[in-house]
Structures are given as C-alpha cells and as structure tokens.
C-alpha cells in the first residue's frame, strides 16, 4: 500500500515538471530580418566610429583657459631685445622710459655693437624659413590655440652665427639685451643720437655737424617680455622693415616669399604693444599683441616728427592661465560605456517602434 503511494506521488511530481503553460520555440529556431540587419551593422558602425574618436580625443592635447586679475604688480618685468638696426652705433641711442618718470630706464643689461645688416647665406635661408613660419601661424593658424601651445618648440630660436665676416666695414648696429621694467606703461625707443638726461628731461644729443644719414631699416629677431620660452609665440620675432633712400613713393616687393615695406629713409616705424601675463602649465610668462603703424617725415607735407624706431607698450591688468584638459582613464571609460550603452538603448527602441509599425500595417 505504501509503495503505490509512493509511485502515485512521484508520478505526480513528474507530470507537475513537464507541465509548462507557454509555448516553446525550438533551441534552432530563428527568425531573419533585413531590417533587424541593418539596424545592427549601423549601431555598430556608429559605435566603432565614436569610440575611435573618443579614443583619439585622450591621446591628443588640449588646453583651457582661465582669466584673473594680476596682483603681482609690484615685480620686475623683463624685455628682451635683440634687433639690427642699418645705421652705425655711433650715431643712434637705445632707450626705454616709463610714464612714471621722464628719466631713462638703466641699460646695464643692454648691449650695442656694430656688425653688418646682410646676413650671411647660411643665416638668411634659416632667417627666409623661419619668417616663412610665422607668417603662416599670424595668417592662415591663429586660432587653433591648442596646437600653438605645443609646437612653438619645433620652430628654431636663433639664426646662428655668422659663417664668415664681410670683407668691408660693419654698415649696421646689433642691439640686444634685457632691460628691467616696471609694470606700468612706457616706450622703448632707437631714433639718432645718444641719449642724455637734462634737468630731468631725456633728450638725443645730434652731431649738427656731421652728416648722418637716418636709415632705419631693421630685423627684429628677438622682442619679447618675462622669461625667453618656446611655449609662446612673439608677434614680432623674424619681421624685416627695409627703408631705401632716394625713394619718393611706397612700394612692397616680395624676396623669398617675404613681403616687404619699401619706404623713404626718413621713415618713422611705431609698434604698439599691448603685454598679457601669461601662465603655460604652471610656467610663467608673457603673450602680446601689436599694431604696426609707420610714415614718412616730411615737415613740408606737415608730416612732423622724429625719424626712428618705437615700441609703445602698455601692461594689461589680467592674467591669462593656459592649463592641459586631457581626460583621465576612468573619465574615458565612464564615457564609452555611456557611449556604448546609449547607442544600444536608442538602437533597441528604434527596432520596437519599426516592429510595431510593421505589425500595425500587417493587421490591415
């Protein structure tokens, strides 16, 4: 009697395991759709072509910037110059005054010596190429800010020294240096003359005897503010002004793919400088901008003035900070998975909302 119960309950318990209410599909069974196909080769196109990107986006460099007030108002400012100027030293002087005192600036640091305004052939192909660079950064590149900051180390900093030394006298004067500026605005001069303090007033003491030629034409390798670095670019660095006696009109004419200014010798060149401080990934410097203006002196055409090279610059009161915004790994793959799984949802809800429309048409 036990053991038909027994067989009873198992019997039960067998039933009660093949029992199932829904109905199976076979394990091999499968439905195809061209649609499902292309929704799934599309999806994961989509996905192997952002993730690439993204991928690319954390390799390469990116900055942000940030602005502020400049509080460091009370510490010295470096000015490096390093221009030739087609004139003898004996006959112009190098000055730099600010508007806090009509006395001259200290030019310990500054040093004049005469050499020969023609480069050397090594010199002016490296001088041709480098001014090519720059003028392609000023014209056709200035916006791509990101790429600037990282590749100013590629293009060469100096001329190099001169192979072999002309065989006449020297026809130009080297002025290079650093002077120690106060924070608040001034000029930096070369007009003819040497400087001389009177009474406190600055003058250019003028040989009225001499017959002294005003030839300014000038290359300007070096003109920049704060400490020398390659993470900035100097508007000024690699410009040539050339200025030709005897000449009654402008002209421009092109030497090696440089465009330059033909004027008359008693031309007055102006830059006005307008100095940013500027700090590149926790190293400090300084960015500027300029405009260039210049003009004959010729009082009979009442154009009065001095003939002579300045550089106007006045000191901004912000700081810019130039800082790397390159995402960290965990950042990147927080966005691919979002990334991935966004395109799988979006996908997943287009392939319902086609199903129900397609069997919503069917039903008809």
């Not at 039933?15 to 499968?30: G, I, M, R, S």
């Not at 500054?110 to 950064?137: A, C, G, V």
């Not at 912000?318 to 995402?327: A, I, S």
């Amino acid at each position: 009697m036990l053991r038909r119960r027994k067989e009873a309950i198992s019997e039960a318990i067998k039933v009660t395991k093949n029992l199932d209410a829904f109905p199976k599909l076979e394990d091999d069974y499968q439905e195809t759709s061209s649609a499902r196909g292309t929704i799934t080769v599309i999806v994961l196109s989509v996905i192997i072509v952002l993730v690439t990107l993204n991928i690319r986006e954390f390799f390469s460099d990116k900055v942000k910037y940030s602005y502020e007030v400049d509080f460091d108002y009370e510490s010295k400012l470096k000015l490096n110059v390093d221009l030739t100027v087609a004139m003898s030293c004996n006959d112009i002087g190098a000055d730099v005054m600010d508007k806090s005192s009509r006395d001259i600036i200290s030019s310990e640091g500054i040093n004049m010596e005469d050499t020969w305004f023609e480069l050397s052939p090594r010199q002016q192909k490296q001088f041709d190429y480098i001014s090519q660079l720059y003028e392609t950064i000023r014209s056709d590149f200035h916006a791509l800010h990101s790429s600037l900051w990282n590749s100013y180390s590629k293009i060469p900093s100096s001329l190099g020294p001169r192979e072999v030394n002309p065989s006449r006298s020297p026809d130009a004067c080297r002025v290079h240096g650093t002077y120690e500026l106060s924070k608040i605005a001034g000029n930096f001069h070369i007009i003819i003359g040497k400087s001389v303090s009177f009474m406190g007033n600055h003058a250019h003491m003028v040989n009225l005897f001499g017959n002294t030629k005003a030839n300014f034409s000038h290359r300007i390798d070096n003109f920049s503010f704060g400490e020398n670095s390659n993470l900035v670019h100097n508007a000024l660095n690699y410009d040539l002004k050339i200025t030709k006696s005897g000449m009654n009109e402008t002209k421009i004419f092109q030497l090696n793919h440089i465009f330059i200014l033909m004027l008359t010798e008693k031309t007055s060149y102006q830059y006005f400088v307008s100095v940013v401080s500027t700090e590149v990934n926790s190293i400090k410097t300084y960015q500027y901008s300029v405009t260039e203006k210049h003009r004959d002196i010729d009082h009979s055409k009442n154009s009065h003035g001095t003939p002579g090279i300045l550089f106007k610059y006045d000191i901004s009161p912000l700081k810019v900070k130039v800082e790397k915004d390159n995402m960290s790994l965990l950042e990147l793959a927080i966005l691919l998975i979002g990334i991935i799984g966004g395109i799988f949802a979006t996908s997943k809800m287009f392939n319902s909302l086609y199903q129900s429309i397609k069997d919503f048409l069917v039903s008809f």
